[in-house]
């Protein structure tokens, strides 16, 4: 199989260079910006059994992920448990998709497209509700301060933090535990006071979530799960 590389250089990064496998045929190298082109060849000529391994885990991970066709019968994760989905149209009712806490319900017409956009608009709205609600209580017990929270619709990155202490979040992240969601803010937060994954980065995140390994493996081992 051909494998693309894309080079990132951050400045952010102080002296380490990390892969991240973002596509079955695509794998991306962060490194510090003054890394040489031959440092960079030398770790990924290193990490090929590394490589090779990843790339097929995300092979067969993308040949298990279901797209949903938004049909009665069909199962919605929320707050990591599957719920079983209602689909009908009448016209004189509220178009969407609800919650009743047992199962969903969606009225719209059939129509793919705007069957999935009344999904993401829903999960949108709880993830902008919920997740401003956590960060503000993790952000009081971890002494860190967020500078605003946006919602995308980002597929593989569940968060992010910008330079300018911007937090990110997907909305697919509402599909996942409480407990789990927990932790990708933890994480977010603790990119407020440190700006890479170093050794700092995972004490600080270690403080406050004893258990983070175990819902960094079912994040990786779930995913596929959260198709929109």
């Known amino acids: 199989m051909d494998i693309r590389y894309t080079i990132k250089l951050s400045r952010r990064r102080k002296k380490t260079i990390c892969l991240q496998v973002t596509s079955p045929t695509e794998v991306t190298v962060?490194?510090?910006?003054?890394?040489?082109e031959a440092d960079i060849r030398g770790f990924i000529d290193e990490k090929q059994n590394w490589i090779a391994k990843a790339v097929r885990l995300e092979s067969e991970k993308t040949q298990r992920r279901r797209q949903p066709r938004y049909a009665s019968g069909e199962t919605l994760y929320y707050l990591?448990?599957?719920?079983?989905?209602?689909?009908?149209?009448?016209?004189?009712?509220h178009l969407g998709l609800r919650f009743d806490g047992t199962r969903f319900f969606l009225n719209c017409p059939d129509e793919i497209d705007r069957k999935r956009s009344c999904a993401v608009a829903w999960y949108t709205k709880r993830a902008a509700?919920?997740?401003?609600?956590?960060?503000?209580?993790?952000?009081?017990?971890?002494?860190?301060?967020?500078?605003?929270?946006?919602?995308?619709?980002?597929?593989?990155?569940?968060?992010?933090?910008?330079?300018?202490?911007?937090?990110?979040?997907?909305?697919?992240?509402?599909?996942?535990?409480p407990e789990v969601i927990d932790y990708i803010v933890v994480h977010e937060l603790a990119h407020i006071a440190q700006k890479n994954h170093s050794s700092k980065f995972w004490s600080k995140v270690l403080e406050t979530v004893k258990d983070y390994k175990s819902h960094r493996r079912w994040l990786r081992d779930h995913q596929h799960l959260f198709e929109i």
Do not use: Y
């Open 80 to 93: 990591g448990n599957p719920h079983l989905l209602e689909v009908a149209f009448d016209p004189l009712a």
């Open 129 to 177: 509700a919920h997740l401003s609600g956590r960060v503000a209580h993790f952000s009081r017990i971890m002494g860190l301060e967020a500078q605003g929270v946006k919602i995308t619709q980002a597929r593989s990155r569940w968060g992010s933090c910008s330079e300018k202490n911007r937090l990110s979040f997907s909305f697919r992240l509402m599909m996942a535990p």
């Open 30 to 36: 962060c490194a510090p910006i003054r890394t040489s």
